[in-house]
């Protein structure tokens, strides 16, 4: 069964890592990710190769897609049925940044979605905003730095949040600083273990406690709906009661008067 992950990632989060990442790989000014894509691509540097050419040589066969991913909502973009497939192919048109959900969300164990998950897995796409793509035209520095934090969040998540022996698809949409604004990596294969022992008790005792307060609460709603009955039916009683006094007095006083006689 395969998995999905979606998120969002701040400027100041990827920065961070980017600082890291320039401290611990940096060679001569190059970051080991732009020395790696430089060498898939058989150059022996990463000057004058646009982010593009860095993108797909680190990643061969990686989709690149020039859109406004910001228009895509994060209700949408989180959402089980987005089509996010159609972001891994290259005919990709504005309908998948447009999409919007038309019904309820199907369960991610759906067939349905399963399937279009599975179609998606050992890939990897990204979407890059118009006005991003001419910052980096521009200036290959940037260029360089948004690589290196892209290439940086895929090895960080993979080595702390993907189970060994998964594969993986990654979808990445960048705003136009160049930060990760959002991500999606959906997951299938691997180890996956379930609860140990301890958990599945943890679990059950939840569940029984859970169970336990809504008796309790379903309890109380029978007994307060069985007293407002009751108050109710003695209302009732002494509004019936009041009244038939009333009428008793008002015939005697008719007949003191003299007026039923």
Not at 35 to 40: E, G, I, S, T
Not at 147 to 165: C, D, H, K, L, Q
Not at 182 to 204: A, C, D, L, M
Not at 237 to 250: F, I, L, N, Q
């Amino acid at each position: 069964m395969d998995f999905g992950v979606t998120g969002k990632l701040g400027g100041y989060y990827l920065a961070g890592q980017y600082r890291k990442n320039a401290a611990a790989g940096k060679s001569g000014g190059v970051s080991f990710a732009e020395l790696a894509a430089a060498k898939a691509a058989g150059q022996s540097d990463v000057s004058g190769m646009s982010f593009k050419d860095m993108w797909q040589a680190r990643y061969p066969g990686a989709y690149y897609h020039v859109m406004d991913g910001s228009a895509i909502s994060q209700g949408a973009w989180d959402r089980n049925d987005f089509p996010l497939e159609k972001f891994f192919r290259d005919d990709t048109d504005t309908s998948a940044v447009n999409w919007k959900p038309t019904g309820a969300e199907p369960e991610a164990t759906s067939p349905q979605v399963q399937s279009r998950w599975n179609s998606t897995l050992g890939q990897k796409s990204i979407i890059v905003p118009p006005e991003l793509e001419e910052k980096m035209k521009n200036d290959p520095e940037l260029a360089k730095k948004v690589m290196a934090n892209v290439e940086n969040f895929i090895t960080s998540y993979s080595a702390t949040s993907v189970r060994p022996g998964r594969i993986c698809s990654w979808l990445i949409s960048l705003d136009e600083n160049g930060d990760i604004e959002k991500y999606r990596v959906t997951g299938g294969g691997g180890n996956i273990s379930g609860p140990t022992e301890e958990e599945q008790r943890q679990f059950e005792a939840e569940q029984a406690a859970k169970k336990k307060r809504r008796e309790e609460y379903a309890r109380l709603n029978e007994e307060s709906a069985l007293k407002r009955r009751l108050m109710e039916q003695e209302a009732d009683e002494r509004y019936y009661k009041d009244s038939m006094t009333k009428k008793a007095v008002s015939i005697a006083a008719y007949e003191a008067a003299g007026i039923l006689k």
